[in-house]
């Protein structure tokens, strides 16, 4: 090199350990390859998923674990290692102590058809790698919460206050080189490589007296049968103001969703979220001011179908199973048919159909002719009438329906279906209109015109394919058949909620009974459940207030011991290390303790405490 030339030298420092030292230098010769492979694409390779932000709320003898959605959907791509690593799911861990060792205690995968993965994994027993199983996928479904009642490492029961340690990890796939994995002719699981962020420990301690961490929001306007409920993660980012969610129509007109939901801050009139889709019990929807705003809504679907009638034989209607979404796949929305005119918000509605065996009370009906291709067959006969039910005042609507005219069954402008396989394929459609013999409607204009049922341009409400029930006759007794639509978030519905953090106001906090603070153990034998190894000294106050707490401990000559301070209110116990103000160990004794709560008043109690003798072998 000439004076003044500079040269970049790039090093790698490689450790390995196996078993012994002959597979520690079969491990290294694996890890130098790899260094060497990611040296040669200029260090471009694909990093993990992102780490789910995770949080843990403490219950009475429950853990409930939410963990956020960063890595959903996420692909990791390098073009120079000609890889593509898509997410592929989650691993919950619960670890022992803190820095584990980790127990892998539930997976939840994207729900494809992959499942077990396989890779090659170095086995230091053998100096070598073999392909062992290291995704447990299950294609269960992507989930965001988990709720423990049981220590998932050495079983039983969860204790309250003790430390409990998890984490939650996302790990991706490689998707261009992913193969079949055989065992004899058997395909067991997927083999390719996988990617996965390490774990970071949440800390957490179930407790009685924890504060209230749901709430329900108010329904506001609108009738829709759905509920906002508010679940607080993150205390510390809890703002105290008051917020809004209300529905607008779906932005894309393709949407499966006809409704999307938006979340305002009233306190700044901020829109912090926006264009929601998500209206289901899993909680997966984004933390927002320390808060999950979980927005639950029914599909847009039938709710029920009764049937009522004063004859001993009952229902004498059935159904033929035509995949709609109630009454066994017999009764549905219009759109779930041949479609429907009607939009989204105006399905929530409940109809009343009164059957009648005097001829007098039946309706007048379009009626189409499957036989012909759907056309016009004239103003038929429905053995009743229909009601929309869904206001105060009853509203008469007008009524359609479809005869397959056949040898076995001629037309005759009679909604009559059979006890028939297909029930004489007599399809039934309920409209939005108001009763006027159903002279508006026909086949489109091809020997009718008029808005048609089976073109989707009439307002049909209801629509099904029913028969007679076997073993009864059609139309054997008066009847009332009542089917009532879900009542979905639409845009006249709007729910409202305040939040609060725990214990700054009355109705936060579930208990603060200073009678109920306990000192747990008491009396103490040199060991207690939430010890992590024999190094620990660990005695707790429990069901502390939702206050700022001092809690002061004295031995018996009156001389103090050690102030212990809890300022967090969504905090119930305090720690005690058996140690005095100076860190140093206490002896054995009964001491007293004394603990005051700001605006609650005191308490005073006694505990026994039995260490083992100090034995000193350096002097």
Known sequence: MAPGDTQEVVCAIIVAQGADRLSSIGLLKQYDAQAQAVFDINFNIPSPPPRPSVYARAYDREIDLI????????TQVSDQSTRSFNHQGSNIWQGSPVAGPWKRIATYDVQDSIALIYSDVFDAGIGGSQKLVVQQGANTGLSHHLRLDADQILGGPLVNYRDYFFAVTAYS???R?????????????WQTETLENPQVPVTVTPKSGTGVLEVAATHVTGESDG???????????????RYRVNFLPNPDPEGADPFVWQLTNLGNNEVVLDNQLQQTEDIDDPVIDGVIVNVVGPPLALKSATFATDEARGR???????GLSGFSGGIGLGNEFFGSSVPASEYSRTYEIRFSTNEAEWSDGCTLRRDTGYLFGGIGKFPGSVWDITDATPRRVNVCFVENATEAKPANLRWDPDDSAQGAREYLFLMASDYNGGVDYGDDGETQPGPSVRSGT????????LRTRPGHTHLESPATFTWAANYINTNSDTFEFSTAKVGSETGTVIDNDMDKIRVVPNPYYNQSSYELNQFDRVIRFVNLPNVPCTVRIFNLAGDLVRTLEKEDANTSFLRWDVQTEGSFPIASGIYVYHVEAKGLGTKTGKMAIFVEKERLNRF
């Open 67 to 74: 963990w956020g959605t960063e890595a959903d959907n996420d």
């Open 173 to 175: 796939a490689e998707a």
């Open 177 to 189: 080189h992913i193969q079949p994995y055989f065992v004899g002719l058997n395909q067991v699981g």
């Open 227 to 241: 509920r906002v409920d508010v679940a607080y993660v993150d205390q510390s980012a809890v703002t105290g103001n």
């Open 316 to 322: 004498w209607i059935s159904f033929v199973d035509a």
């Open 458 to 465: 009439a307002d049909v409400v209801f629509a099904a394919w």
